[in-house]
T-cell receptor, first 116, second 114 residues
Framework: DAMVIQNPRYQVTQFGKPVTLSCSQT?????MYWYQQKSSQAPKLLFH???????NEADTPDNFQSRRPNTSFCFLDIRSPGLGDAAMYLC???????????????FGPGTRLTVL | KQEVTQIPAALSVPEGENLVLNCSFT??????LQWFRQDPGKGLTSLLL?????REQTSGRLNASLDKSSGRSTLYIAASQPGDSATYLC?????????????FGTGTQLKVEL
């Protein structure tokens, strides 16, 4: 089945130790998104890629970076995780939206990040 | 800045009851509105998507309505079942040429009891 896969499902890192989260998709969608969801909060968009074009949200901390080496894969790098970065990180994909049709975003199962 | 509010934050109902979840948003210039389901510790599953030009969408026991002018949407669940227990999130979409940016509400946590 076509899907969005995130690895690992659970990640534990130490304060300040860089960590990379992975997302892959078999839907061949042009757009990939990264969201951060803290406990009991709404998911918050960090950034998204339209093909190789990177779009950063204005309030995304510089500590968060992303790479998209090809259509299928996208990575979230947290350069120096702090305790406040502990959260569920959700990857999503969609087709390119057009004025004449709409499409949902397809979400992966998420990676729960713990910072010790 | 778009803000999305969901009421109630939590809801517990007996099995078989019909129920309504509410979502409101501050900026009516939306591209579409979506309802998602999230099970504990899991990702999001899309339930219904309503385009800005539409008034409602139905899927099985679910019906979602949209009143863009008043900034409101409701999700109606008929004949609730224990398997419906989850957190329900609504999200409004801002169209950009390069993506579909979603702003989420904080969700309604639903528990359907036997």
């Amino acid at each position: 089945d076509a899907m969005v896969i995130q690895n690992p499902r659970y990640q534990v890192t130490q304060f300040g130790k860089p960590v990379t989260l992975s997302c892959s998709q078999t839907l061949n969608h042009n757009v990939m998104y990264w969201y951060q969801q803290k406990s009991s909060q709404a998911p918050k968009l960090l950034f998204h890629y339209y093909d190789k074009d990177f779009n950063n949200e204005a309030d995304t901390p510089d500590n968060f970076q992303s790479r998209r080496p090809n259509t299928s894969f996208c990575f979230l790098d947290i350069r120096s995780p702090g305790l406040g970065d502990a959260a569920m990180y959700l990857c999503a994909t969609s087709r390119v939206p057009r004025q004449d049709y709409t499409d949902t975003q397809y979400f992966g199962p998420g990676t729960r990040l713990t910072v010790l | 800045k778009q803000e999305v509010t969901q009421i109630p934050a939590a809801l517990s109902v007996p099995e078989g009851e019909n129920l309504v979840l509410n979502c409101s948003f501050t900026d009516s210039a939306i591209y579409n509105l979506q309802w998602f389901r999230q099970d504990p510790g899991k990702g999001l599953t899309s339930l219904l998507l309503i385009q800005s030009s539409q008034r409602e969408q139905t899927s099985g026991r679910l019906n979602a309505s949209l009143d863009k002018s008043s900034g409101r949407s409701t999700l109606y669940i008929a004949a609730s079942q224990p398997g419906d227990s989850a957190t329900y999130l609504c999200a409004v979409s801002l169209f950009t040429g390069g993506g579909n940016k979603l702003t989420f509400g904080t969700g309604t946590q639903l528990k359907v009891e036997l």
